[in-house]
C-alpha cells in the first residue's frame, strides 16, 4: 500500500547543511582561518559570491533589543539582529552564494579543507568525526605532520592534495574548480503560454523561417545543446515536445519561469519568448558565452534600450528566491525583478530582439527575414 502523503512531493534545491556548496576549515585557531578565508576570497571575488559563516568569541554581546541595520555609503550593509540557527533559515539567507566558507571549529561542514597545525592535535582529534569529506589538506608549517589517529581513520588522506598555507595560488584555483563543480547546467524554456491577443492568432504558429516560430525557437536552443522544454498553460499538453504546465496560474511569462524552476531548481534556465524572430543561434551563443554564474541572471539588452529583456535571459537558481520575494510583495514582472537584481547584460543590436506583435508587423518582419 503506497503511504499517504500529507503534503505535495516537490523537487528541492540541492543543499549541504547552510548552502548550495560548502566548505568547513578546521585544525587551527580561529584567526588564521579567517585570514585564509579572506585571502582566497580575495582571489576569487571577480569568479564567485563567497560568504563566511563563523561564531563570535565574545560572551558579552547580548541580544538586540531591536534590529539594525546600517547601511553605508561604500554600499557595505551590517546587521546585528537576535538571529537563532536554523538551516532552513540559512538555506534561504546562503542560496544567492557560490561557496559558503565555515568556521569548522565552530560549525560542521559538509565538505571539509583540513589545516594541519601540530598545535591543535587535540582539537582533530574532537572533531575527527566530522572530517568525512576532506577536500584537501594544508600545512601550516613545513614540517606540519599528518596524525597517526587521523591517518588510522582515513588510511587514504595522504593522497588528497597537500598545499602549503602560502601556496594561495594553486589553493584558490582548487576551490575554484570546486565551485565550478557546483555550477547547474541550463536548460532551455520556450515561452509559449501566452494568449496573442493584438495578433489575433497564435504566435508560436507563425511561420518566419520555413517552419512554425515554435518549431523555430525549440531548435535555436537545442542547437545549442540545451535540453529544452516548452511552457504551456496549465491546462495545455503539447505533443512532440517536452513541456512544463503553468503552476503559477494567470501570472503570464514570470508564472512560466517559475514554475520552471518549480519544475527543476537545481538547473539554469534560457527563457526565450517564440515573438522574437529575428534571435538567431549567434545571439544564443552570445548569451552563453557571457553566461555569470554569480549572478541572478544573464541577461540581453538593444543598445539604445534603457532596460533588459526578460525574455532573452538567462536565470540562475538563486534567482527562484528572488521572484518569489517579487511575487509576495504583489509583483509579477521579471523585468522589474532584472532591474532591481544583480544580473551580467549583454547588449546587441536593437533589431535583433524586436518583438512583433501585431499582423502588420508580422507582415514587415516576414517580408525583412526573406530578403
Known amino acids: 500500500m503506497e ?221 545549442n545543446l540545451l535540453k529544452t522544454f516548452v511552457s504551456v498553460a496549465h491546462h495545455q499538453e503539447l505533443e512532440g515536445y517536452d513541456f512544463i504546465q503553468d503552476k503559477f496560474i494567470d501570472l503570464g511569462s514570470f508564472g512560466a519561469i517559475c514554475s520552471a524552476f518549480q519544475h527543476d531548481p537545481n538547473k539554469a534556465w534560457l527563457a526565450l519568448a517564440t515573438d522574437v524572430p529575428f534571435v538567431d543561434s549567434h545571439l544564443i551563443k552570445e548569451l552563453l558565452k557571457h553566461r555569470n554564474p554569480s549572478k541572478a541572471a544573464t541577461a540581453i539588452k538593444g543598445k539604445s534600450k534603457p532596460f533588459v529583456e526578460p525574455l532573452i535571459a538567462i536565470y540562475e537558481p538563486k534567482a527562484y528566491p528572488i521572484l518569489l520575494s517579487y511575487l509576495s510583495q504583489g509583483y509579477s514582472c521579471p523585468r522589474k525583478v532584472l532591474i532591481n537584481a544583480d544580473v551580467e547584460i549583454v547588449e546587441v543590436d536593437d533589431k535583433l530582439i524586436r518583438n512583433i506583435n501585431t499582423p502588420d508587423e508580422y507582415r514587415k518582419a516576414k517580408k525583412e527575414i526573406s530578403e
Open 3 to 223: 503511504k499517504h502523503r500529507k503534503h505535495t512531493k516537490l523537487i528541492r534545491r540541492e543543499n549541504d547543511f547552510y548552502a548550495p556548496n560548502e566548505i568547513a576549515i578546521l585544525g587551527t585557531k580561529c584567526s588564521i582561518i579567517a585570514n585564509f578565508v579572506q585571502k582566497i576570497s580575495k582571489k576569487l571575488e571577480n569568479k564567485a559570491k563567497i560568504a563566511y559563516f563563523d561564531a563570535s568569541h565574545s560572551d558579552e554581546i547580548t541580544s538586540p533589543v531591536f534590529d539594525s541595520f546600517t547601511f553605508h555609503h561604500s554600499e557595505n550593509l551590517s546587521i546585528n539582529k537576535s538571529h537563532r540557527i536554523n538551516k532552513f533559515n540559512e538555506r534561504i539567507l546562503f542560496a544567492p552564494y557560490e561557496l559558503l566558507f565555515i568556521n569548522g571549529n565552530h560549525y560542521k561542514g559538509a565538505k571539509q579543507i583540513l589545516i594541519l597545525d601540530d598545535e591543535k592535535e587535540a582539537s582533530v582529534k574532537k572533531r575527527l568525526e566530522q572530517l568525512d569529506r576532506i577536500q584537501f589538506v594544508i600545512k601550516l608549517n613545513e614540517d606540519s605532520k599528518y596524525f597517526d589517529f587521523l591517518v588510522e581513520k582515513y588510511p587514504a588522506i595522504k593522497n588528497l592534495n597537500c598545499y602549503a598555507i602560502n601556496d594561495v595560488n594553486a589553493i584558490a584555483n582548487h576551490i575554484d574548480n570546486l565551485i565550478q563543480e557546483k555550477i547547474a547546467p541550463v536548460q532551455g524554456l520556450v515561452l509559449a503560454g501566452g494568449k496573442s491577443s493584438r495578433m489575433g492568432q497564435d504566435k508560436t504558429t507563425l511561420n518566419y523561417h520555413g517552419k512554425s516560430q515554435l518549431e523555430h525557437t525549440v531548435s535555436l536552443l537545442e542547437k
